[in-house]
Nanobody
Framework: QVQLVESGGGSVQAGGSLRLSCVAS????????MSWFRQAPGKEREGVAA????????YYADSVKGRFTISRDNAKNTLYLQMDALNLDDTAMYYC?????????????????????WGQGTQVTVSS
């Protein structure tokens, strides 16, 4: 059973930065698609960024391209999301997710229904 534990959320002013971390354990497969999702109150969960552990290929939602960077430290089994130039629309609960296999496409990588394992979430609040 894969377990995911997020950390790094908090409150920040618009224009600021945060780095989220997700420590993973219990891997049984050699390749996973790992993604960050977010969900704001009253809104659907949306994919933010994804990375294939096998190839390192990355995928980003248009709303965060150029501002967010996803990365992974294989030695530490840790997924990161560096968030820069944060704005009010980035306020949400952020979730780490993993699913066996390749990300392959942006639709698969950023689609919440295709992911089997989820963390508990970490809150990000951006204020003006």
């Amino acid at each position: 059973q894969v377990q995911l534990v997020e950390s790094g959320g908090g409150s920040v002013q618009a224009g600021g930065s945060l780095r989220l971390s997700c420590v993973a354990s219990g891997y049984t497969r050699s390749t996973y698609c790992m993604s960050w999702f977010r969900q704001a109150p009253g809104k659907e969960r949306e994919g933010v960024a994804a990375i294939s552990t096998g190839t390192g290929s990355t995928y980003y939602a248009d709303s965060v391209k150029g501002r967010f960077t996803i990365s992974r430290d294989n030695a530490k089994n840790t997924l990161y999301l560096q968030m820069d130039a944060l704005n009010l629309d980035d306020t949400a609960m952020y979730y780490c997710a993993a699913d066996p296999g390749w990300c392959a496409t942006a639709v698969r990588a950023l689609g919440p229904k295709t992911f089997r394992y989820w963390g508990q979430g970490t809150q990000v609040t951006v204020s003006s």
